[in-house]
């Protein structure tokens, strides 16, 4: 950064000493930026050569440098915050929000560098600390936290707050959501099938669960898409082939899903599958990853060799792509069913899955993040990992892929580069917004993941 000269820097620093005053929290519990640790700089700009002072500087972006779960922490789980800066204290003190005083004091474990932002990392763990109450963590030199809460049923609550926000969202629903309404839907219902103890729980036997109830929402939407004429979906007016694949390949996974609520509307949806999937068989130019999902859904769903043989024609000799979420579906689904299935073409696409979900758990123990990526790589990279973490584990049951589903959440809900929230859409927390329905599904995938473990405990 270039210098300026004396006055304009005196002002910057001026603002610096306000800023830095107002990112003190008073005790009364309520949410205001948080302390900065001492690695913060100001941003100036170039030299000015009018005779008055150009205050063009930007304002600086204040981080802190004590990173939590911001959403909180369940009173019996694990509990760890991290912090960074310069200069690094020996131990930290949990203080209640409401009171001022100090619950709890813990040190700080394995300091270490960070070369990639130029600071030292620490972690602490507090999870020898189980009241319930909301609480800012304070290190000397480094600042405070922002504040949390403990809980006892915080992911039961959350759940339930990402449904509610799901259920919002269909109301809203457009053309143009096509594409995420085909994913989301095809994640939520994979959820489902692999852990609908979560769903179910306090649904009465054969009744309709009503995360069920919500899917056939967003199903009854994505049957108006459907032309009435070609059976392909529109977009814009115009038909679009991928997305009548994924319409195919939902349709069926619905139905499959449904048909021991109401086996007549299930029938219905799978018709309209078929209808597409009869349509792209006259076209040329259709993903062929798109195709094997809907294939292989349209098969677990009907039995018939016909699907079957589309499914293995699709599948032999294919490497999976795991970072191609319909060609994924697609071979958890073929994978799943319960029909005859090519032994061979499952092998290797599972092989595959375990494989990325290994090199995901090899990246989050060399992180100080506990992450296998990060936000520069996008949310949406992140929650795709954790779908297929999650549905690995469920295969294999591993402790090891529970627990960092677990860090992930936390990452994504504060501790990370940015301190901010990505998993709540309350007003009180900054920079997080629910912008699309298949970011929803990857949230509720991971909460369900963890939810069943804990019924399993």
Known sequence: MQKRFRLQKRIVCALMCIFMVSAVFGGCGQEKTPAVSENSETVQGPISMEPAP????????LMPGVLVDRIGYEASGTKLMIVRGNNLPKEFSIVDATTGEVVFTGKLEEQMYDEENDEYNSYGDFSAFTAEGTYYIDCDVVGRSYPFVIEEKLYENLMAETIAEL???GKNLESGDLAEVCECVSVLLLSYELFGDVYNNGTAEGAEPQFISLMKEYIIWLLAQQDSQTGAVLTDGQIDKELTAWFSAVLAKFSYTYQKFDNTYATVCLQAADRAWNYLQKEEDVPVETMFYAAAELYRATGQYAYHKEVK???SGVILDADCKAQVLGAL????????VDVDICANMMQVLFARAEEIAVGAKENIYMTGSSLQEGEETLLWDMILVAT????ITNHEYATMIEDHLHYL???NEKAECLVSWSAKYDGMEADSVDKLAGYVMMLSEILSH????
């Open 454 to 457: 804990r019924q399993e405990e």
């Open 313 to 315: 024609n699709l599948g």
């Open 413 to 415: 809900s504060g501790e």
């Open 54 to 61: 150009v205050l063009d500087y930007e304002v600086p972006v």
């Open 167 to 169: 259920t919002a969202a």
């Open 392 to 395: 690995i584990d469920y295969v």
């Open 333 to 340: 689904t073929y994978a799943f069913t319960k029909r005859n």
